[in-house]
């Protein structure tokens, strides 16, 4: 039996939804009866009916435009449903090594599937896995850290930090992961405490004894070099000596986030939330990419650009990060020396 409160499977707003659907995926908006009846082989007049409902698309075009398009399915059937889907990787394919994800990595770059590169924005409270990629040592002790905890390595578990700990192939991969994002035009929104996660993980190791003192200092090091880095990018607004204008970062002071990616190539978008860090889940449902895009739009009215014409918010923000890595790098010297 039905409840009374159920809602019914309603065809008319599934055909609606569709054809909507279907003109948003058409880039010339205007040749879209020539697209569609070619595609059909079809007259115009009769993909004007079936567009206004006066028809409708046999079960044959039906599949014939979601293969071509690459429209979700399962888009159509959630219109009158709450819920919002996501892929969980981790779960149907576990990590269990530095290899495994670095190709993951890798792999999310493919996540839309437009030609077109797209705009990435970047909500976080830790910093981005690839401004880590811009110093090999600093890089491997993150990942080391990674394989140990959370995906706990069997040849990692019970080993101490090395820095050789990245192979050829691996640090070559890391090189090529930094090159691809560094070529994307970002928006960045983060806090004061970006780097407070890393630096715990170095004081933490450095005590336990699986991180060497000396080990640690050429982390903390690596760590300070990539901040000065950073900073020269957020002045010049570019990632890349080769692009300009590609890179805006914001300090995030009063709103809570947690990590958060949107990739939007334009006509393709996808959000990629951190979940068992730095394990992640990622959706397409237009509906919670549209409420998240608001939310960060938020974000952004409440936060400080950082780069020329901040004033000095980002010599207040950038000696704010800096102040931190020297307590720790005091405390590691003085433990070593």
């Not at 409270?125 to 394989?147: C, T």
């Not at 933490?204 to 640690?216: P, Q, R, W």
């Amino acid at each position: 039996m039905i409840s009374n409160n159920a809602k019914l499977f309603s065809f008319s707003d599934f055909y609606s939804q569709f054809c909507n659907i279907l003109l948003n995926k058409i880039k010339d908006k205007k040749a879209w009866p020539n697209e569609l009846s070619n595609l059909l082989n079809c007259s115009k007049q009769t993909v004007y009916r079936k567009q206004n409902g006066n028809y409708h698309y046999t079960l044959e075009e039906f599949f014939s435009l979601i293969s071509h398009y690459e429209i979700d399915i399962a888009e159509l059937f959630r219109m009158n449903i709450t819920s919002t889907p996501f892929t969980v990787p981790g779960v149907h394919e576990p990590l269990h090594s530095i290899n495994d994800y670095l190709k993951r990595l890798a792999g999310s770059f493919k996540i839309l599937k437009s030609n077109i590169p797209p705009k990435i924005t970047y909500a976080t409270r830790e910093l981005p896995i690839f401004y880590y990629f811009l110093n090999p040592p600093l890089a491997s002790f993150k990942l080391y850290v990674f394989a140990k905890l959370i995906w706990k390595s069997e040849d990692l578990v019970n080993k101490c930090f090395e820095v050789n700990l990245l192979n050829l192939d691996q640090l070559q991969l890391i090189s090529t992961l930094w090159f691809q994002y560094s070529q994307l035009r970002s928006k960045e929104y983060w806090s004061s405490n970006i780097l407070d996660s890393t630096l715990q993980q170095i004081i933490f190791f450095n005590e336990s004894g699986d991180l060497a003192s000396d080990h640690a200092l050429l982390i903390i090091n690596g760590l300070e070099e990539v901040v000065k880095r950073i900073r020269t990018m957020a002045v010049t607004g570019t990632k890349s000596p080769d692009l300009h204008g590609n890179f805006n970062l914001y300090e995030n002071k009063i709103l809570h986030t947690g990590n958060h990616v949107l990739a939007d190539s334009g006509d393709d978008r996808a959000l990629i939330l951190t979940f068992d860090n730095p394990n992640f889940i990622a959706t397409k449902d237009s509906k919670f990419i549209d409420y998240t895009e608001v939310w960060l739009r938020t974000i952004e009215d409440h936060s400080y650009h950082l780069g020329q014409g901040s004033g000095n918010h980002t010599s207040i923000f950038f000696n704010s990060l800096n102040d931190r890595i020297q307590q720790v790098k005091a405390r590691l010297q003085f433990k070593y020396f």
